[in-house]
């Protein structure tokens, strides 16, 4: 069955970076659309930035020059570089996968970005 991982989260300053990881199973992640999404307290789950199959990217406006999605087939793993973090970055960060119109989650990761 496909599972996703994510991993990376954490507590980190205003201006500091975090890498977050999406790693898949039961699935290659490189022949799929992988989009992370985020989910502040009080507020709904939002798209951030996705890569496609043939490696395109698309991004928030928010994050827009700070944040950067690439993959790694060898790991099977999608990251998501964060940099120059601000305290509204903080959420819980999702991977997806939409394959055959079923949607698959991980867990979440959870960034805190202190001011």
């Known amino acids: 069955q496909v599972q996703l991982v994510e991993s990376g989260g954490g507590l980190v300053q205003t201006g500091g970076s975090l890498r977050l990881s999406c790693t898949g199973s039961?699935?290659?992640?490189?022949?799929?659309?992988v989009k992370w999404y985020r989910q502040a307290p009080g507020k709904q789950r939002e798209f951030v930035a996705h890569?496609?199959?043939?490696?395109?990217?698309s991004y928030v406006d928010s994050v827009k020059g700070r944040f950067t999605i690439s993959g790694d087939s060898a790991k099977n793993t999608v990251y998501l570089q964060m940099t120059s973090l601000k305290p509204e970055d903080t959420a819980v960060y999702y991977c997806h996968v939409g394959i055959n119109k079923a949607n698959y989650w991980g867990q979440g990761t959870q960034v805190t970005v202190s001011s």
């Open positions: 890569i496609s199959s043939a490696g395109g990217t």
């Open positions: 039961g699935i290659l992640l490189y022949m799929e659309t």
